[in-house]
């Protein structure tokens, strides 16, 4: 058997790449040793910038009506039980206000278990072959190709593919087998994560809310919406509790010593910290868990895993097609990897306390913006031309079109935004100026022959005048020439 790409792993992030690389028209072959997606909730805040990713994929409305049942569900609140909570107080206006006029999407809450199953769906129906219960447990890569051993219910079979993208989560058989080392600050403690179902649809009503924090003395944490209704998990630093005294800790956190629960999981783990020193080994990539993990408190690593399917796939895609130069792949490390380094070390600045400063500032200077994680870091080298300006501002939202950073969102019409211009090729924006050989769309904030290129990631390649050599920038980007 013959394909471009063979991806391990039917997680969001192997589900989103094999989503995206059909957007590309490569076909690709999925394996998932599990019969079925997650049952478990897991990741539930998908932020700005991969709803843009949805977006381009044209299913961002599926998502959000996957999302459907917690769209009231953003207020957090603490207490001393659910009961007796309160509402926190929420981002200044300004802030919210940016992110509006910065994207045409805003963050989705929608839980992993319900999210999953819709992307299986639509990759299928868009000629993905994914084959869960099936497993890769070997491979070997040439100069050419990549050779993986697959099991299946069927017995065993071999893969021959260009490449091979490991989205085998943090534990990655893949990155083992590779001899790929990691980084990071290790292990930061233990939690349990207990996942229930109990009839809180009349205890919620009038006190919705995405998380609330409960000074328990006992059993501290938070409660996490993930339908509104009967279905809860409780996250707390306190590990080692029997799994039979779970209901009475709950009753006594939520307030209600009558309330009937069901325990459907009781997980103790460790937050961590480890990004991998490479991205990529020859003819394969990592992706989401296998490159990084990172405690949840910043919502960034389903979000981080997502973004780099996000930067893979149209460079797979350009290579197999060959419009591009295989030096292109490499840039896959050198934009993800510090990316990924950003977004786990602000992970783990920050812990589970709702009251605690949520963003950056003089009173936490080491911490980065909030919105600077979803949607405005910048990408210093790469698969791109720098501009030689200041360092990226990690204080503040800014999309000014500079090369590293994602296009600036304009309403061109009702509904139609300058992001929806990017398709599966470069797209020209400029400011008035033609641009021979090419279809340059209007951009206000651009000087009359000013030009903007932009990647199928919807990330500024090269800002520079109209009557510059755009050919030579493309190859320059491309890796097809030095």
């Not at 999407?105 to 319900?114: E, K, N, Y």
């Not at 050419?144 to 065993?156: C, L, M, S």
């Not at 009475?248 to 103790?268: A, F, K, S, W």
Request: net charge negative; glycine share 10%; proline share 7%.
């Amino acid at each position: 058997m013959r394909v471009p790409v063979i991806i391990s792993g039917g997680g969001l992030v192997g589900l989103t790449a094999a989503l995206l690389l059909r957007a590309h028209d490569v076909q690709v072959l999925l394996v998932e040793r599990h019969a079925g997606t997650s049952p478990l909730p897991k990741a539930r805040r998908f932020n700005t910038r991969t709803m843009e990713v949805y977006r381009q994929l044209g299913i961002a409305d599926e998502v959000q009506r996957a999302a459907a049942d917690l769209a009231d569900f953003q207020a957090m609140r603490a207490g001393p039980t659910l009961i007796e909570s309160r509402v926190l107080p929420g981002p200044p206006a300004g802030d919210v206000s940016d992110l509006v006029a910065a994207s045409p999407m805003l963050p989705c809450l929608c839980a992993q278990d319900a999210l999953e199953p819709l992307l299986r769906e639509l990759a299928t129906q868009r000629g993905a072959d994914l084959r869960f219960g099936h497993e890769l447990v070997g491979f070997a890569q040439n100069a050419r190709e990549v050779t993986a051993t697959v099991t299946g219910p069927d017995g065993a079979y071999e893969v021959n593919a260009a490449y091979l993208v490991a989205a085998d989560g943090a534990r990655s058989p893949i990155r083992e087998a590779l001899g790929i080392t990691r980084t990071g600050r290790g292990t930061l403690g233990r939690a349990t994560t207990v996942y229930f179902r109990a009839d809180l649809g009349a205890a919620v009503r009038g006190r919705e809310f995405n998380l609330c924090q409960l000074d328990d003395a006992r059993t501290p944490g938070a409660l996490v919406s993930i339908n509104g209704t009967d279905r809860w998990q409780f996250m707390t630093s306190v590990a080692g509790v029997p799994a039979a005294d779970w209901p009475g800790h709950l009753r006594r956190v939520i307030g209600l010593p009558d309330l009937g629960i069901e325990l459907i999981t009781v997980q103790d783990w460790e937050p961590t910290m480890k990004v991998a020193d490479r991205y990529r080994a020859g003819r394969v990539f990592l992706a989401g868990d296998a490159a990084h993990v990172m405690p949840p408190f910043a919502a960034q690593g389903a979000n981080t895993g997502i973004q780099d399917a996000h930067n893979l796939a149209w460079k797979l895609a350009m290579v197999l097609y060959g419009d591009a130069g295989p030096g292109l792949l490499d840039s896959y490390h050198t934009e993800r990897h510090p990316i990924g380094l950003l977004s786990a070390e602000q992970s783990s600045l920050r812990s589970g306390d709702l009251r605690a400063p949520a963003g950056f500032g003089p009173e936490r200077p080491e911490l980065v913006h909030p919105f600077v994680l979803m949607l405005s870091y910048g990408y210093t080298d790469g698969a791109l031309v720098p501009d030689g300006g200041p360092p990226f501002p990690s204080d503040r939202l800014e999309l000014i079109g500079r090369p590293g950073t994602r296009l600036p969102h304009r309403w061109l019409q009702p509904g139609v935004s300058t992001l929806d211009l990017c398709g599966t090729g470069f797209t020209v924006f400029s400011g008035g100026a033609d641009v021979p050989g090419y279809t340059a769309h209007p951009l206000a904030g651009l000087d009359h022959d000013e030009v903007i290129l932009v990647r199928p990631d919807q990330m500024v390649a090269w800002r520079g005048r109209a009557r510059d050599a755009i050919n030579q920038v493309l190859d320059r980007v491309t890796s097809r020439s030095a």
